[in-house]
């Protein structure tokens, strides 16, 4: 259960799980998977922050592209990664207009 099943669902309906394989399947995470030091993300809908901070909390670098968003959808899931971020410990840099990273903490970043 995420975060996102607690707000507004009704527990007896099916959430949008249809959705969340596809970004799944489009970002490929595999959170045992060390190898992949950087994800790469370009949410659809706001529900896509939580694999967001999922690949964080696995100690990946993700950069988000918040170009596919609607402007307060944007707004919100950079509040949302920003959050979790300042909880993690890490940091988040931005690298071009709604180009972001979020790294981890431990992560060094030059830029």
Same mark, same amino acid.
């Given at each position: 259960m995420g975060i996102f099943d607690l707000f507004g669902k009704d527990p007896k309906t099916k959430? %949008?799980?249809v959705a969340r394989t596809e970004f799944d399947e489009r970002i $490929? *995470? %595999?959170?045992?998977? =060390?190898?992949?030091? !950087?994800a790469v993300f370009s949410?659809? @809908?706001?529900? %896509? !922050?939580?694999i967001i901070i999922d690949a964080i909390k696995a100690g990946k $670098? @993700? !950069?988000?592209? *918040?170009? &596919? *968003? =609607?402007?307060e959808t944007a707004i919100r899931v950079l509040d949302m990664l920003s959050g979790a971020i300042y909880a993690l410990g890490g940091g988040v840099y931005e690298m071009g207009k $709604?180009?972001?990273?979020?790294?981890?903490?431990?992560? &060094?970043v030059n830029v």
């Open positions: 959430n %949008d799980r $490929n *995470l %595999d959170s045992d998977n =060390k190898t992949a030091p !950087v949410p659809t @809908a706001y529900t %896509d !922050v939580e $670098n @993700a !950069v988000v592209h *918040l170009t &596919e *968003l =609607k402007t $709604n180009i972001f990273m979020f790294s981890p903490a431990g992560v &060094e």
